[in-house]
């Protein structure tokens, strides 16, 4: 199995911390993670394991107690965690954007505060741009901060938090009139909030409801929620970065490694249900022979091991341009795009392999038919993507004539 997905020019660190999360995945996570998401219950000893390895601080810097490590090496690490069990990557995921936005972004005081306890886990994060009536249009935000003294006064409904329930710290994107007069561009008044809060549900904190998780079809485990601030008080000194307008580029650059992040578990996913499609396919018999010395199935099997490479190849691709320090909107987005297609594709071949078993729950594949369709919506549709990569390409190849 090891054939499929690997990665040149790895240091000696980054092969040893992917081996241990390797192993840690085949002994902890894959055997447990079917039957913990038909529960749909939390994975809490999978966590303190991931806390144990460092995981929750692998691209904090070494100076606020993290492993300092790069993007590559953390997309590298989801793709292993997604192929046992994607929910748990959906875990470190919110917590590794909100890290990453206030490494970027955050001022000395908000990343001494925060970056220490996150990296230990201690502190877990959150990010929250999506309402109930948008997701793919963040202009249209209509939860508003108004300036009130020292504080900010937040209200407004949020919808689709991950880790809403477990998480202590939520980046939260709204609307902030203050300073920017009405008629400034939606993306110029925009202000990241830093929330802070106790885990759990009901009212977290004063002003600040999170109702309870929402029944999902798949993903299960982790929970999403909604977010109701109504009369949130937040000191100024939680605006992200100290400054009011720039909410909207913070979470876009956020959103942008969370990209290269969801395509590493489209990679992971995909090579799980290769996995299985390959093994099944071996010892199911028809007309006297393994059904994968049927040419139709072996096709099969060609196509889902050529999109499990070329999703891979991708990702690493988008990582290792945003570790050079380059802008990386058009490799993130096509990674985040075809990773995610093709997962559902090698998900749904895998499917058809196992026959009417892959129906049954008894089955993992069952599993990740159920979780292949959130990495099609997650930090940006298909759609989405696409018309990111349409307009970096006419950028890019803007006519001369
Ligand atoms: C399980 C789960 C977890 C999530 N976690 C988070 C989270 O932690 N934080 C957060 O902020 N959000 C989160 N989201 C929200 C997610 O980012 C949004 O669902 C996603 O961006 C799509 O937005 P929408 O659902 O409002 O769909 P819409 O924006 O309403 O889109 C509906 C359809 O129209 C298409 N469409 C929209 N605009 C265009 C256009 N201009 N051109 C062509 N087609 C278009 C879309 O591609 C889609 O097919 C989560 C969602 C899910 C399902």
């Known amino acids: 199995m090891?054939?499929?997905?690997?990665?040149?020019?790895?240091?000696?660190?980054?092969q040893e911390i992917l081996s241990t999360v390797r192993d840690f995945?085949?002994?902890?996570?894959?055997?447990?993670?079917?039957?913990?998401?038909h529960k749909d219950e939390y994975p809490q000893e999978i966590v303190d394991g991931l806390k144990e390895l460092g995981l929750f601080g692998l691209m904090i810097p070494e100076e606020y107690g993290g492993l300092g490590e790069s993007l590559l090496t953390?997309?590298?690490?989801?793709?292993?965690?997604?192929?046992?069990?994607?929910s748990v990557s959906g875990i470190i995921n919110t917590h590794f954007i909100v890290a990453y936005m206030l490494k970027q972004h955050g001022t000395q005081e908000?990343?001494?505060?925060?970056?220490?306890?996150m990296?230990?886990?201690?502190?877990?994060?959150?990010?929250?741009?999506?309402?109930?009536?948008?997701?793919?249009?963040?202009?249209?935000?209509?939860?508003k901060g108004?300036?009130?003294g020292d504080e900010y006064v937040l209200n407004g409904q949020k919808m689709w938090l991950t880790n809403g329930g477990t998480s202590t710290l939520v980046a939260v994107l709204c609307r902030s009139d203050e300073g920017h007069p009405e008629g400034t561009a939606p993306h110029k008044s925009m202000t990241t909030f830093l929330v802070e809060k106790e885990p759990g549900f009901g009212e977290v904190r004063p002003g600040l409801t999170i109702p309870g998780k929402i029944d999902k079809m798949g993903y299960k485990g982790v929970d999403t929620t909604e977010l109701i601030m109504d009369g949130l008080r937040i000191p100024a000194n939680r605006v992200l970065g100290g400054t009011t307008g720039r909410g909207f580029y913070q979470m876009m650059d956020g959103v942008e490694v969370g990209r290269v992040n969801v395509a590493a578990r489209g990679c992971g996913v995909a090579q799980r249900a290769f996995e299985l499609g390959v093994s099944y396919a071996q010892q199911r018999h028809t007309f006297g022979k393994p059904i994968a010395s049927h040419q139709a199935i072996q096709f099969k099997l060609a196509e889902m091991a050529t999109k499990v490479e070329a999703a891979h190849a991708m990702m690493v691709n988008a990582a290792r341009k945003k570790d050079s320090g380059e802008r990386n909107d058009l490799e993130a987005g096509m990674a985040?795009?075809?990773?995610?297609e093709y997962c559902k594709e090698v998900v749904e071949d895998a499917f058809r392999i196992h026959g009417g078993y892959g129906f049954s729950k008894e089955y993992e594949i069952e599993r990740l038919y159920r979780e292949a369709p959130m990495l099609l919506i997650g930090e940006g549709t298909a759609e989405i993507q696409k018309m990111i990569i349409g307009r970096r390409l006419l950028e890019e190849y803007r006519f001369q004539g």
Not at 119 to 129: D, K, T
């Open 119 to 143: 990296a230990l886990g201690e502190v877990r994060g959150a990010f929250s741009m999506s309402e109930p009536a948008l997701g793919s249009d963040v202009s249209a935000i209509t939860s």
């Open 336 to 340: 985040k795009y075809l990773a995610s």
């Open 146 to 148: 108004v300036k009130d």
């Open 2 to 14: 090891a054939r499929l997905a690997r990665t040149a020019g790895l240091t000696d660190v980054q």
């Open 110 to 117: 908000q990343k001494d505060t925060f970056l220490p306890r």
């Open 74 to 86: 953390y997309a590298l690490c989801v793709e292993e965690i997604a192929r046992g069990w994607m």
């Open 25 to 37: 995945v085949d002994k902890e996570i894959i055997p447990v993670a079917t039957e913990l998401e």
